[in-house]
């Protein structure tokens, strides 16, 4: 899959492999999408919770309209603190081939933040409760729909990581979803995850509002040396870096 690169926010790092920057969080929404706050309100939260870098990845598709005007209103808070404010989106992965539902325009994005929200199958996305419903019949099996899974991140991971610098968000969150106990999650296959998250420089985020992933896979992935950055996934401005999972973790 090529060099493997460090994935960096601005000058440095955005976290290591051992440890969480508790000062970073790299991934809030605004009102632009899925959140509540305007940017300026956002950033002001931030400031007053002492974070150093923040990263804006509100929900896009391929109808999205507003990418430049949501790009502009983060470069002119940048004006305004002294932080690094990164202007990202988060994406969905469709198809089990890693097909993106991208925006017709990536230029103002510094990154991408991809999700797996439904697992694509035969021309279906499922949600959980389809796969809760699949594993009920026995149709599927938790092994099953965890190397889907893992299949479906690694090959968004790849694709996206053409475009502009990958994260990866709440990963695995489909399976506690659907009722999937970690155990179906084989070493082999973080073995997988671990190599596509190395090999194309996709940082993974430790999400405080979707609890993902889970302390043991967190556990799994830090030691096959991935890096791992906080992630507050707030919807409002005062849920950013704010961390009690995260502490835990």
Same mark, same amino acid.
């Given at each position: 899959?090529?060099?493997?690169?460090?994935?960096?926010?601005?000058?440095?790092?955005?976290?290591?492999?051992?440890?969480?920057?508790?000062?970073?969080?790299?991934?809030?929404?605004?009102?632009?999408?899925?959140?509540?706050?305007?940017?300026?309100?956002?950033?002001?939260?931030?400031?007053?919770?002492?974070?150093?870098?923040?990263?804006?990845?509100?929900?896009?598709?391929?109808?999205?309209?507003?990418?430049?005007?949501?790009?502009?209103?983060?470069?002119?808070?940048?004006?305004?603190?002294?932080?690094? /404010?990164?202007?990202? %989106?988060?994406?969905? &992965?469709?198809?089990?081939?890693?097909?993106? @539902? =991208?925006? +017709? #325009? *990536?230029?103002?994005?510094?990154?991408?933040?991809?999700?797996?929200?439904?697992?694509?199958?035969?021309?279906?996305?499922?949600?959980?409760?389809?796969?809760?419903?699949?594993?009920?019949?026995?149709?599927?099996?938790?092994?099953?729909?965890?190397?889907?899974?893992?299949?479906?991140?690694?090959?968004?991971?790849?694709?996206?990581?053409?475009?502009?610098?990958?994260?990866?968000?709440?990963? /695995?969150?489909?399976? %506690?979803?659907?009722? &999937?106990?970690?155990?179906?999650?084989?070493? @082999? =296959?973080? +073995? #997988? *995850?671990?190599?596509?998250?190395?090999?194309?420089?996709?940082?993974?985020?430790?999400?405080?509002?979707?609890?993902?992933?889970?302390?043991?896979?967190?556990?799994?992935?830090?030691?096959?040396?991935?890096?791992?950055?906080?992630?507050?996934?707030?919807?409002?401005?005062?849920?950013?870096?704010?961390?009690?999972?995260?502490?835990?973790?």
């Amino acid at each position: 899959m090529g060099a493997e690169r460090e994935p960096v926010i601005g000058g440095g790092a955005i976290g290591t492999a051992c440890a969480f920057d508790l000062t970073v969080d790299a991934h809030v929404h605004t009102g632009f999408a899925a959140g509540r706050d305007a940017v300026g309100v956002v950033v002001s939260a931030a400031d007053r919770a002492g974070l150093t870098v923040l990263t804006f990845a509100d929900q896009v598709g391929p109808d999205t309209t507003w990418l430049t005007a949501y790009a502009d209103a983060v470069r002119r808070a940048r004006h305004r603190t002294e932080m690094t /404010l990164r202007v990202a %989106a988060e994406v969905e &992965v469709v198809s089990p081939d890693g097909w993106l @539902a =991208l925006p +017709a #325009d *990536l230029t103002q994005l510094d990154a991408l933040s991809v999700a797996v929200s439904a697992l694509p199958c035969r021309g279906q996305l499922l949600d959980a409760r389809a796969v809760r419903d699949r594993l009920a019949a026995g149709q599927m099996t938790a092994e099953q729909v965890a190397e889907q899974l893992v299949q479906t991140i690694v090959r968004g991971l790849e694709r996206a990581s053409r475009y502009v610098p990958t994260q990866l968000a709440r990963p /695995l969150a489909l399976l %506690a979803q659907a009722g &999937v106990d970690d155990a179906a999650v084989s070493p @082999a =296959l973080i +073995a #997988d *995850l671990a190599a596509a998250c190395r090999g194309t420089g996709t940082v993974v985020e430790v999400s405080e509002a979707w609890r993902s992933p889970s302390p043991s896979l967190v556990a799994m992935l830090r030691d096959a040396a991935v890096t791992l950055v906080p992630a507050s996934d707030a919807r409002y401005a005062a849920e950013v870096g704010g961390w009690q999972y995260l502490r835990r973790v």
